[in-house]
């Protein structure tokens, strides 16, 4: 029987996706708070850094697949982009559509999808964006070859996820602080140590930047490049498809 990983535990695949499903549902109210624990708040400046590498236009069509509460489809709309918000989970898109209207942005589509089994034709958008949400997919090559298929010819893929970073003082300090003190903040803050628990094994279980960028190659995806942040500790894949 197939097993794949959540957290440090293997499970059935339709576990995971059952498990994961759960674990944002809790944390969804949240987000932020949860995001701003596992980065110490850095996340925003990456993801704004994020935006400008996709370089977004006037008028293009944009996924931003696991993007619920909207963090990346806020600021590629800014640039003009047609932006549709998919996620698997309707608890972060309820969180995301709330959230646009506070900030007067209707120009979004908000729709319920499976990465693995995106519902949209061949062809149709010119950049895919996942930005902290592909290390839950439970089959992350079926999400990347889906990722291939859904973008025009010439369209590009931009992936932002946590990673292993290869400093190694800085390395030691951030595994204290993933494993003991960030699971604590969302006992504390959340009253929900479980969910940041797994969220942090999560990262571990996630292939590192140079097996990642290979997964993206199999997919498809040409001239592929990762650019490291803080040593690995994050880093951001890209690829073209032709």
């Known amino acids: 029987m197939e097993k794949v990983s959540f957290g440090f535990t293997d499970v059935s695949p339709q576990e995971k996706t059952h498990l994961v499903g759960d674990v944002f549902r809790r944390v969804a109210s949240r987000y932020d708070l949860m995001n701003d624990a ?18 977004p236009k006037t008028g293009e069509h944009i996924l931003d697949m ?60 010119d950049a895919y964006t996942i930005a902290f949400g592909i290390r839950n997919v439970t089959h992350i090559q079926k999400a990347l070859d889906e990722a291939l298929r859904v973008l025009k010819v010439g369209g590009r893929f931009f992936c932002m996820e946590f990673s292993q970073t290869k400093w190694s003082g800085f390395s030691d300090l951030y595994k204290i602080y993933s494993t003991h003190i960030v699971p604590k903040i969302g006992q504390i ?29 199999t997919a498809g995806f040409v001239q592929v490049r990762a650019r490291p942040i803080l040593g690995g500790l994050v880093a951001i894949h890209s690829g073209w498809k032709v």
């Open 66 to 125: 696991a993007g619920g509460t909207g963090d990346i489809a806020f600021r590629l709309a800014k640039y003009g982009a047609d932006v549709t918000v998919a996620d698997i989970n309707p608890a972060m898109l309820e969180v995301g559509k709330k959230r646009a209207i506070a900030r007067s942005i209707h120009n979004l589509v908000w729709q319920e999808e499976d990465a693995e089994t995106l519902s949209f034709d061949d062809n149709v958008f």
């Open 189 to 217: 803050l959340a009253n929900d140590e479980g969910s940041y628990r797994y969220l942090v094994e999560s990262i571990e279980r996630f292939p590192n930047i140079e097996k990642f960028a290979d997964m993206i190659k």
């Open 38 to 55: 596992m980065s110490g708040g850095l996340h925003r400046l990456w993801k704004d850094d994020f935006v400008r590498l996709v370089q």
